[in-house]
Nanobody, 118 residues
């Protein structure tokens, strides 16, 4: 059974930091590109960051460049999102996403809420 379980969300003040984790099981994690998406109320889901299978390549949305860092530990089947200098506009539900390719399916996590507010 495939599972992507996010954790680490919560309430943080502007300027603060959070580290999200996404633990994967039920598929060959190391063969998947992994991404983080977010969805704010009333807005479309947007891509935040992506990391390649062996973490050689990382890409970020312009809105988070220099503040967020995506990483992965294939020995733990886990992908992370370190979020620094958080802003109120970062408030959203953050989702982990396994990018299917070569005929493999995509997988979504259930999401974790991040709220940036004073």
């Amino acid at each position: 059974q495939v599972q992507l379980v996010e954790s680490g969300g919560g309430l943080v003040q502007p300027g603060g930091s959070l580290k999200l984790s996404c633990a994967a099981s039920g598929f060959t994690f190391g063969r998947y590109v992994m991404s983080w998406y977010r969805q704010a109320p009333g807005k479309e889901r947007e891509l935040v960051a992506t990391v390649s299978e062996a973490a050689y390549t990382k890409r970020y949305a312009d809105s988070v460049k220099g503040r967020f860092t995506i990483s992965r530990d294939n020995s733990k089947n886990t992908v992370y999102l370190q979020m620094n200098s958080l802003k109120p506009e970062d408030t959203a539900v953050y989702y982990c996403f396994a990018v299917g390719s070569l005929g493999r399916p995509n997988y979504w996590g259930q999401g974790t809420q991040v709220t940036v507010s004073s």
